[in-house]
């Protein structure tokens, strides 16, 4: 089988057609450039070059040859500076989790900044919960994750993205929906409140709780839902208060009146990125770098 070196030197000797002057491009001497020549004839078993003392011209199969060669050679080209951006992380793939909320919050900035540094890399999203993101990134089949704070082993790593605040989700007829200021929480104590899941949305049930307790109040738990848009729908619907991200206002819903609140921690909600710490996904490490 021909070599690309036997390649090269075809071209250059086809679009010189001086083997001193192919030589000289190629930065070789010309007695190994007509070696390279003779053993490509000779593995193709036909003459691809008329020489003579004074000329060189192609053959009518080494006109042929020349197209295909060219062709070869650019892809063999195409070939390594695709690994060699692979390698970088500068090309490839990396598959995203995120939870519902995120993507009102962190995950708009994540993608503009792939987007920005890493064009040639494919972001492959993935809505999930949680624990769902935690279990994909396990087995392989995430790269990177957006969860809330949550305990995990000693091959994942997470690094905190961001921190805002919870607003209150008020039905616009509701007692609560209007008025100046801060809403204390114990505006709260006996209200109907729609709840998140313990098992689904263990982070916000959890938080949630903490927040109920130190307040001192014993809202009237009517619904357990695990998605945020969920809660909405159900508050649009005039079931009962929700307590969301503050980036979850961004959702529209004609029913739905959102307040501040007062709060001893004005930024309690966390999101997290995660990851495996032996994943080998160059774009990974690259886009982390990034962020």
Same mark, same amino acid.
């Given at each position: ?7 090269? $030197? ?15 491009r ?9 070696r ?31 197209n295909?060669?060219?062709? @070869?050679l ?85 690094r ?6 919870l ?30 899941s313990?098992?689904?949305a ?7 709780? $903490? ?14 839902? $695990? ?27 004609s029913? @739905? ?35």
């Open positions: 089988m021909f070599t690309l070196a036997q390649l090269v $030197s075809f071209v250059a000797v086809a679009e010189e057609l001086h083997f001193t002057r192919a030589a000289a190629l930065r070789m001497t010309q007695p190994p450039l007509s390279q020549i003779q053993l490509l004839e000779h593995e193709l078993g036909v003459q691809l070059l008329d020489r003579t003392n004074r000329t060189v011209r192609l053959t009518p199969a080494g006109r042929a040859f020349l295909e060669a060219r062709t @070869i650019r892809q063999s080209e195409e070939a390594t500076l695709a690994a060699k951006q692979v390698s970088a992380g500068r090309a490839g793939a990396i598959a995203v989790g995120f939870t519902a909320a995120a993507a009102y919050s962190a995950l708009g900035p994540l993608l503009a900044v792939a987007r920005s540094v890493m064009a040639c890399t494919e972001i492959v999203l993935r809505e999930k919960v949680t624990r769902d993101q935690l279990e994909a990134i396990t087995e392989g089949s995430l790269d990177l994750g957006m969860i809330r704070p949550s305990s995990t082993g000693p091959d994942l790593e997470t905190p993205a961001i921190r805002e605040g607003i209150a989700a008020v039905p616009r007829d509701h007692p609560l929906a209007t008025g100046d200021g801060p809403l204390p929480m114990r505006a709260f104590d006996g209200q109907d409140v729609l709840m998140y313990p098992v689904e263990r982070y916000f049930h959890e938080l949630l709780v $903490s927040i109920f307790r130190a307040a001192q109040i014993a809202p009237r738990f009517t619904q357990y839902l $695990s998605q945020v848009h969920s809660l909405l729908a159900m508050v649009n619907a005039g079931w009962g208060v929700a307590f969301v991200p503050e980036a979850a206002a961004q959702m529209r819903f029913g @739905i009146a959102f307040r501040s609140l007062e709060l001893a921690d004005p930024t309690p909600v966390e999101l997290h990125l995660v990851w495996r710490r032996v994943n080998d996904n160059p774009a990974l490490h690259a886009l982390l770098r990034h962020l």
